[in-house]
């Protein structure tokens, strides 16, 4: 599994045929029951998200440095680094045949690790690409999960992306386990212009960040301040 996933990977940086890389700066009042919550509330976090195209698929990666002034819930840790990288090999390409029938697109053997300092997981299964109306992006990737804590389990993953005029957008995604459900949804307005930069490099906006556990009936509900710079 981890040499597929090394192989699709050098396939996705050697063959690049389109990229782009982002830099985001997130704020929220996370305080609450989960791990992902902070001792007094406040969060800061940082991501740096690329995504790519390849002959033969694409790939996305990011990572997330969060920061809490009076510690992280659980932990007397104040930051924490986290990271996934998610390479797909396109089916169609590969084999020389198309899927493409109806909403279906393109279908792709769909790979994933996810780590942080105390957790890893291997994923790898199937993924779709879809034609939804409104929608410029809409994908699938069902996955199983194979991790070093908790249970293994299977995971659903969904990514969109929904323009909403000249200069707002809608994108995000959600990740269905048979333990949880995590969903990020952003909604940006292009700040670009206004400040005299090219179109689509700088973004302003608010995240709503949802993570529902199982097994305890614990929630995260929080909308937090964003803003984005795309390179």
Not at 7 to 15: D, G, M, V
Not at 170 to 197: A, H, K, P, Y
Request: hydrophobic share 35%; aromatic share 16%; proline share 2%.
């Amino acid at each position: 599994m981890g040499r597929l996933l090394l192989i699709s990977t050098l396939l996705a940086t050697t063959l690049s045929a389109f990229s782009t890389t982002n830099i985001q700066y997130l704020y929220g009042d996370f305080e609450g029951p989960t791990f992902l919550d902070t001792a007094d509330g406040s969060k800061h976090t940082a991501t740096i998200e690329h995504y790519r195209t390849f002959a033969y698929g694409d790939l996305f990666m990011f990572a997330d440095y969060a920061y809490a002034h009076d510690g992280l819930q659980f932990t007397n840790k104040k930051n924490d680094l986290y990271g996934e990288i998610s390479p797909r090999v396109s089916l169609d390409k590969l084999g020389g045949f198309s899927t493409s029938r109806g909403i279906l697109k393109e279908t792709y053997a769909a790979f994933q690790y996810n780590r942080s300092d105390t957790y890893h997981a291997w994923l790898y299964g199937a993924g779709c690409d879809l034609t939804i109306p409104g929608f410029s992006v809409f994908g699938l990737n069902l996955y199983r999960k194979i991790q070093n804590i908790g249970d293994n389990t299977y995971q659903l993953s969904a990514n969109y992306y929904l323009p909403l005029g000249e200069r707002w957008h809608f994108e995000g995604f959600t990740d269905w386990t048979t333990r949880d459900i995590l969903s990020q949804n952003q909604v940006l307005f292009d700040l670009s212009q206004t400040v005299g930069m090219k179109e689509g490099k700088l973004e302003v906006g608010s995240e709503w960040h949802y993570y529902h556990e199982n097994s305890y009936h614990t929630d995260n509900d929080v909308f937090q301040a964003m803003l984005k710079y795309t390179f």
